[in-house]
């Protein structure tokens, strides 16, 4: 499918393929035909599948078509989310799709002065992102009314909760018209969450995007129990044996993805690492000469990995383990597109067991370790009665005191390292 097939106005799909979107993801493939019917859509989803274009593109679409407002622009569309950095990120992504549009947007959140957003505001306006108490903060001053909404986004519905501001969704609820299209984005759907949906949403359809979907089952996973000092030896030792041409690795710093390009380049392999320290000049064009196959290795960090795709990406090695189990799937996702059958293998050290444990959890299969490598992690794991703790009398309690204690620096040391 292409954006073309799925109905949208010249004007967008001039934007998104100015962006380099070939085809549309699957949230977007499943949302925008719902969206562009007018239906209200639950979508189960959570950041990095696409969702943000899975509803600004149909809003452009829908207000692109409308009459120009007489006399003073109207906000017509109204996206909250929690945090200031999603707001922006949001914002920035409907000007970039809807510039060649006439629509204007403008973002609005708190913990700064009020001063360039209320100017902003003052000029007119079509779309509004939001957090929810500078919102609520500026319809109280008289600089924003909800009335003219057709079109409302809840992105992130249980991180909203989370942070607490289920009274200020309702105080908005309560200004917004009744006649409306309205999107609910959640990544889970505890029960507090379905409730929200229900007061929120009128005839809906449901798209689920789940983490077990998003993973390609063509990707044939395996890991490799590895020690941190010979990550690089068997990164080197695997990209001068395999034959894939174009490989991503993933790291979970910035200055972790710098340091194994220059190891790379000293085992003259042709690599280049993208983050978010580099301009995005410089980001655009390793990418660039990653897809022209003019570089074979793209070291990437898991922010500045989001927009990558590359279809035919043959290899994806998760250098260090992420933290997070959805991060896993949404990285093996990079490989094993289209046609292309994908691998995926994954380094992981002593301390990076427990992520692999949540990560088997959540995917519901055991990964393959690979035994026969030349740089074999020889620490054994402790078995559960090496880890059950002495009855402690009072001397050895001192002693299990201070060795906790000691336990805990040094977690809080390599917790430190890794951020
Ligand atoms: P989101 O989940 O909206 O935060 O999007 C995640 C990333 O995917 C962003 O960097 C988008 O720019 C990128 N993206 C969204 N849609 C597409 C697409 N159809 N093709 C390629 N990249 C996309």
Do not use: W
């Amino acid at each position: 499918m292409t954006f073309n097939e799925l109905g949208l106005t010249k004007p967008i799909i001039k934007a998104v393929t100015q962006k380099g979107y070939t085809h549309p993801t699957p949230i977007q493939e499943q949302s925008i035909p719902i969206l562009l019917r007018g239906k209200d859509l639950l979508g189960v989803a959570q950041t990095g599948t696409g969702k943000t274009a899975a509803f600004a593109l149909p809003i452009l679409h829908h207000l692109s078509n409308l009459p120009k407002d007489k006399g003073h622009r109207r906000i017509k569309a109204l996206i909250i989310t929690p945090t200031r950095e999603l707001a922006i990120q949001i914002n920035d992504n409907f000007t970039a799709y809807g510039k060649f549009t006439n629509l204007r947007n403008t973002v609005i959140f708190g913990g700064v002065k009020q001063g360039a957003q209320t100017t902003e505001l003052r000029k007119g306006i079509d779309i509004l992102v939001a957090t929810p108490g500078r919102l609520l903060d500026l319809i109280g001053q008289g600089y924003i009314s909800l009335k003219d909404i057709r079109h409302f986004v809840l992105d992130e519905a249980d991180h909203m909760l989370d942070m607490g501001f289920i009274h200020d969704i309702r105080k908005v609820l309560a200004l917004l018209p009744h006649k409306r299209q309205s999107l609910f984005f959640s990544a889970t759907m505890p029960p507090t969450i379905v409730s929200l949906s229900q007061k929120i949403l009128g005839d809906f359809e449901k798209v689920s995007i789940t983490p077990k979907q998003a993973t390609a089952e063509r990707v044939e996973q395996a890991v490799y129990y590895v020690s941190k000092k010979n990550k690089v030896k068997l990164l080197v030792h695997i990209l001068q044996t395999e034959d894939a041409d174009s490989v991503l690795v993933f790291s979970r710093t910035k200055y972790g993805a710098d340091k194994i390009v220059r190891q790379l380049h000293k085992a003259k392999i042709n690599a280049a690492a993208i983050h978010g320290n580099k301009s995005q000049n410089a980001r655009q064009r390793a990418l660039k000469h990653f897809k022209d196959g003019e570089i074979r290795v793209l070291v990437a960090t898991d922010i500045a990995a989001r927009g990558i795709d590359v279809s035919e990406l043959a290899l994806v090695i998760n250098f260090d383990l992420p933290n997070v189990s959805e991060t896993y799937v949404h990285r093996i996702g990079r490989t094993g597109r289209a046609k292309a059958s994908g691998i995926a293998l994954s380094f992981c050290m002593m301390d990076e067991r427990p992520y692999l444990k949540d990560i088997e959890k959540l995917i519901k299969q055991r990964l393959p370790i690979i035994k026969e490598h030349p740089f074999p992690d020889d620490a054994v794991e402790p078995t559960p009665t090496e880890l059950k703790p002495k009855r402690p009398n009072n001397q050895n309690r001192n002693k299990n005191r201070n060795r906790n204690n000691r336990n805990k620096k040094r977690r809080n040391f390599s917790n430190k390292q890794r951020t």
